[in-house]
C-alpha cells in the first residue's frame, strides 16, 4: 500500500457544526502533514507531526485541532469554522521529517463551509 | 509509473555561483507547478510556483522556468546561499478551472547543498 487515503472527500459544514477529516496511511511513515490549499494558491503548510508529536503548528487558529491517535491515523478535527475556511484540505505523509525521498500526499478532502 | 520526476538526487554548488534544479513530467494534464524547500526535521514549505500561461515566474533570487513542449521546468537559486541547503521537492498539479482540483504530485526531491 503506496497511498495516502483521506476521506471524506467532499465535506459541507456549516458555522456550528463539529466534524473530522481523517487521514490513514499505511507505509510505516513516521511523519505526517496537514496542509490548506485554497483555490489557485498552492498548499501552506498547517501542523506536522513527527512519531505522533505534534512538531510543528504554523499559526493555525484553534478551530483546528490535529490529532495523531497513532503511527497511521492523522485527524483534524473542524469546529466553529468560518467560510473563509473552505478550501482543500491535503494530508501527506514521509518516512521521517529528516527524509529526502517517499514523500506522498492524499487526494485531500474539498471543505465548503457554509 | 512517476508522474513528477527529479532524476538528480543531490547537487552540490559554490557559494555565491548558481543552482539549477530540474524536473520533468509526463502528464500533459498539469497546469500548475510548484517547488517546494524542506530543511531537515520540518514540513515542505511552499516556495514558488508557476501557471502553464506563464513560461518564467521570478520571486527574489529564486526563478522558475516553464518549457511545456519539453515538459520541463527548473528552478534556478542567484546566487546560492549557504541556508538554501535543504531538499527541493517539484511537485505538479492539475487544476483546471476554478481552482484546484487535483492532488498535488511530488517529485522525490533534490539536496542541495551550497558549500562556503
Known amino acids: 500500500d503506496t497511498e495516502v487515503t483521506q476521506t471524506p472527500k467532499h465535506l459541507v459544514m456549516g458555522m456550528t457544526n463539529k466534524k473530522s477529516l481523517k487521514c490513514e496511511q499505511h507505509m510505516g511513515h513516521r511523519a505526517m502533514y496537514w496542509y490548506k490549499q485554497k483555490a489557485k494558491k498552492p498548499p501552506e503548510l498547517m501542523f506536522v507531526y513527527s512519531y505522533e508529536k505534534l512538531s510543528i503548528n504554523e499559526s493555525v487558529p484553534s478551530r483546528f485541532s490535529p490529532e495523531c491517535p497513532n503511527s497511521s491515523l492523522l485527524n483534524l478535527h473542524l469546529h466553529a469554522l468560518q467560510p473563509e475556511d473552505s478550501a482543500l484540505y491535503l494530508c501527506?505523509?514521509?518516512?521521517?521529517?529528516?527524509?529526502?525521498?517517499?514523500?506522498?500526499f492524499g487526494s485531500g478532502t474539498r471543505l465548503t463551509v457554509v | 509509473d512517476q508522474q513528477v520526476k527529479q532524476n538528480s538526487p543531490s547537487l552540490s554548488v559554490q557559494e555565491g555561483r548558481i543552482s539549477i534544479l530540474n524536473c520533468d513530467y509526463t502528464n500533459s494534464m498539469f497546469d500548475y507547478f510548484l517547488w517546494y524547500k524542506k530543511y531537515p526535521a520540518e514540513g515542505p514549505t511552499f516556495l514558488i510556483s508557476?501557471?502553464?500561461?506563464?513560461d518564467k515566474n521570478e520571486d527574489g533570487r529564486f526563478t522558475v522556468f516553464l518549457n511545456k513542449s519539453a515538459k520541463h521546468l527548473s528552478l534556478h537559486i542567484v546566487p546560492s546561499q549557504p541556508g538554501d541547503s535543504a531538499v527541493y521537492f517539484c511537485a505538479a498539479s492539475a487544476m483546471g478551472n476554478g481552482g484546484s482540483q487535483g492532488n498535488l504530485i511530488f517529485g522525490k526531491g533534490t539536496k542541495l547543498s551550497v558549500k562556503p
Open positions: 508557476i501557471s502553464s500561461i506563464k
Open positions: 501527506a505523509s514521509s518516512p521521517q521529517t529528516v527524509t529526502n525521498y517517499g514523500y506522498t
